[in-house]
């Protein structure tokens, strides 16, 4: 095997704050456990905890590395720990990591890599850990949604948005979307969504319940919180599943009516993937192996990629994350 290198290109955040506080730095090389890969990085995704990270609101869990950002990478292994049996090095992989991506190297549980799909190029293979596990774990895992089901999604453009709607669609279910504007709505309904909604000028409660004849949603996916939990409530059909992923409007709702949860008999739960064990994110990773990755293998699924910047250039990449301008993913090349 030949010689490690002893340091890697990192990006650090320097302090809580801007995309501005986002610097390249020369850090030492990870030290990779017994069950884990040490992964030379060829491209890393950019996500809406990563701009989270920066601004000193959502902490790194224990054990993760504290100011390098990045939850998704794809790449080439470089070296196995010791009780690693799936993987040798020279495999590709694309991997869900608790964070360490924005870096020329980082540590993986080897559960928690998955093959690079056919066809799929590395930059598509790093677009896809953190979508795919997120929509997976909360869309049919919790949400539990089925066929002939309808599947509301807040924020249908983004990376997460994009996913859903060709999960959902992949699975037999009807797809309504909120985005916010025409050319979002328009690209959502390109991607399979059967309909699309500008929340800026329609108001969604009424256009599901107009879209569903009456019925309301089976399960929403609601990444947006703040007074759009009381108004999933009334979105929601009999019997709904309220899936809650992030509250980027806020997560204190002072006069908010419960009664629909009773009167519906609605499910609100939530999760979040980054705590979450590698065993607990590697039964996720062996789901998606089973259900999704044959969609790749035939064309009817593939990451939506927005932009490309080099790792150096993280905090551009990190301005267009905040400016809500994308539509898919983001993702950093090194």
């Not at 909360?138 to 309808?150: A, D, I, K, M, S």
């Not at 939530?270 to 998606?288: H, V």
Request: net charge neutral.
């Amino acid at each position: 095997m030949s010689t490690l290198p002893k340091e890697m290109k990192a990006i650090v955040i320097g302090q809580p704050g801007g995309p501005e506080v986002l610097a390249p730095q020369m850090r030492p090389l990870p030290t990779m456990g017994e069950e884990e890969i040490l992964v030379g990085v060829a491209a890393a995704g950019v996500n809406r905890p990563d701009v989270s990270q920066r601004q000193g609101k959502y902490p790194a869990p224990a054990g993760a590395p504290q100011d390098i950002p990045g939850l998704e990478i794809a790449g080439e292994i470089i070296a196995c720990g010791s009780r690693v049996t799936r993987w040798k090095v020279g495999d590709r992989v694309c991997a869900l990591v608790a964070g360490g991506g924005y870096a020329s190297h980082c540590i993986a549980h080897e559960s928690n890599a998955l093959p690079v799909p056919a066809g799929f190029s590395m930059v598509e293979a790093a677009a896809v850990p953190e979508t795919f596990f997120t929509v997976w774990t909360n869309v049919f895992q919790r949400g539990h949604l089925q066929p002939g089901e309808t599947l509301l999604v807040h924020g249908g453009s983004s990376g997460i948005g994009t996913t859903a709607i060709m999960l959902a669609k992949a699975f037999g279910a009807k797809v309504i979307v909120t985005a916010g504007s025409k050319e979002k709505c328009d690209a959502c309904l390109a991607l399979g969504a059967d309909h699309a909604i500008d929340y800026r000028t329609q108001d969604f409660v009424a256009q599901v319940k107009a879209m569903t004849g009456g019925k309301g949603a089976d399960v929403i996916l609601d990444m947006v919180g703040g007074d759009y939990v009381q108004r999933n409530y009334e979105a929601a059909a009999v019997e709904g599943r309220i899936v809650q992923i992030a509250f980027m409007q806020g997560y204190k709702i002072p006069q908010l009516d419960m009664r629909a949860i009773s009167a519906k008999r609605l499910t609100h739960t939530g999760s979040t993937l980054r705590p979450r064990t590698p065993a607990q994110k590697a039964i996720i990773a062996r789901e998606l192996e089973d259900k999704v990755w044959p969609l790749f293998a035939q064309g009817r699924c593939k990451p939506i990629i927005h932009a490309t910047f080099p790792l150096e250039e993280a905090a551009r990449a990190h301005a267009l994350m905040e400016s809500s301008a994308h539509i898919g993913k983001i993702v950093l090349t090194v």
